[in-house]
């Protein structure tokens, strides 16, 4: 069998059903791999062993009596900090709320208990899920698991490294600019922003009100699929929750891509940004193999990438200086150097500013829509470079916006990050697959039909290597 911590959630699920494996042996190998290497890659900061092998010890139970047992039975998971659950801290990695402590749980964190899961820890973000990698809080940053000193993406970096290190087969992250897909980029794993509304943001910390979107970040495409199904829903406490059915994600999984009208937007990162030889390789290949197994792949335009751009920032800027206007009058020397500096030239934004990008955005999602109807969906690149020296501040200033996914945050559209490859230096490759609103089922299937075909996801690194570079 699989090493417990490589285990798929689907295969774990199917091994507990079977009673071939026990919730506690997997949750107990889990602890120990984190206890072993996790003080390498600061993925947790909330941390609950005992708390969860007695859950664990319950769910055994269950399984041993017959119960119904929910699609994630057992399995354990990790919330990004900035996701509440009942009796835990919700820091947002930031002295301002590092002793706030959570009355209940998040929707989604909900939703996962209810499927059985177990929740291990919480896991590290950039503060308020905007600023850093950053050296001045309370908590260091996390690490990529393939390589310590490079950087996991953010700003759900603790989610992105602790699912790639295998602490985690599954874990939850945010995306108000992309912080689902850049550490799954950067980490070589799946990770989806859903079409806005699809999950509720009920007890998420907001950064940006009609930007924001959780969303999970795992190994693999069914185990993705699975997750989305299971936090997916309407809820009455998100203003912003759409009331629409919830497919079961994975039904389309092996269908293949024959047939299918692919889209490739290439002047993102051939003209509008320039991305490094690699990264388009890769893509090109990529393009190539959804070909050869029957794909119509037909080069686009759109906006050029800086008009999303741009529109995002004025959106993201305002909505979050209104969020943090209270504290950034009374307390701002407890923020952390990088968010502030992230924060302040909001203050400057107008009223005027934001209703003509809100205005902007409508416009810019209708004409990109109008693309679907030719087409069943389109990819393109995801970072114009892979991850880079955690510890170079103007290195990472410079490539960090260097990216293709404030558009779909823009348009509001499912945008999946697919793992492509791997750069010379053992870094993970990615590109995005982007499909209409609430077709994430088309999503997975391409991404299905790509994994099966090139077999990205079943490359781990090496923590005993990984750990000491």
């Not at 119904?68 to 354990?76: E, F, S, W, Y």
């Not at 990004?80 to 749980?105: E, P, Q, R």
């Not at 990698?133 to 996390?142: E, K, R, V």
């Amino acid at each position: 069998m699989t090493e417990l911590h490589w285990l798929s959630a689907l295969e774990a699920v199917k091994l507990i059903k079977n009673k071939k494996l026990s919730p506690v042996e997997l949750t107990d190998a889990l602890i120990k791999r984190i206890d072993k290497y996790d003080k390498h890659f600061n993925t947790f900061i909330s941390f609950r062993p005992e708390q969860a092998l007695k859950e664990a010890r319950v769910a055994e139970e269950g399984v041993m009596k017959g119960d119904a047992l929910g699609p994630l039975h057992g399995i354990p998971f990790g919330l990004k900090d900035i996701i509440d659950a009942k009796g835990w801290n919700t820091t947002a990695h930031s002295s301002l709320l590092k002793d706030n402590v959570a009355g209940k749980d998040a929707f989604v964190t909900a939703k996962l208990k209810k499927s059985g899961a177990i929740l291990l820890g919480k896991l590290s973000t950039h503060e308020f899920a905007l600023g850093g990698p950053s050296f001045d809080l309370p908590w260091p940053p996390a690490r990529n698991a393939w390589n310590r000193k490079y950087f996991p993406g953010g700003s759900s970096s603790g989610s992105g490294a602790a699912v790639a290190a295998g602490f985690l087969p599954l874990a939850l992250g945010s995306d108000t600019g992309g912080s689902v897909r850049n550490p799954a980029s950067m980490n070589g794993l799946l990770g989806i922003k859903a079409t806005y509304g699809r999950v509720s943001r009920s007890g998420v910390i907001p950064l940006s009100f009609s930007l924001d979107h959780v969303g999970p970040l795992t190994r693999t495409t069914s185990d993705n699929a699975l997750a989305l199904s299971v936090i997916s829903g309407w809820d009455k406490n998100d203003p912003a929750s759409a009331d629409v059915n919830v497919p079961n994600f994975c039904e389309d999984l092996d269908r293949g891509v024959s047939g299918l009208r692919i889209g490739i937007i290439r002047h993102f990162y051939t003209k509008d940004l320039i991305a490094c030889d690699e990264m388009v390789n890769a893509l090109e290949a990529a393009i190539m193999q959804l070909e050869k197994y029957g794909a119509v792949v037909e080069e686009i335009e759109t906006r050029p990438l800086q008009d999303f751009a741009a529109c995002n920032r004025v959106i993201l800027l305002s909505e979050a200086c209104a969020i943090h206007k209270d504290w950034l009058k009374s307390r701002p020397k407890d923020y952390g150097e990088s968010l502030l500096s992230r924060l302040l030239p909001g203050t400057a934004l107008t009223a005027v500013d934001y209703v003509e990008a809100i205005r902007t955005r409508a416009r810019y999602t209708q004409e990109f829509n109008e693309i679907f109807h030719n087409f069943d969906a389109i990819i393109t690149i995801n970072n114009m470079e892979p991850a880079f020296p955690i510890e170079d501040s103007a290195l990472c200033e410079k490539i960090y916006p260097r990216q293709a996914r404030t558009p779909f945050n823009v348009t509001g559209n499912p945008a999946l990050a697919i793992p492509i490859g791997f750069s010379s230096e053992g870094l993970p490759l990615s590109m995005q697959v982007i499909t209409p609103q609430f077709d994430e089922t088309m999503a997975y299937r391409i991404a299905a039909s790509f994994e099966s075909n090139t077999e990205w996801t079943k490359h781990h690194p090496d923590l005993e290597k990984t750990s000491v570079y």
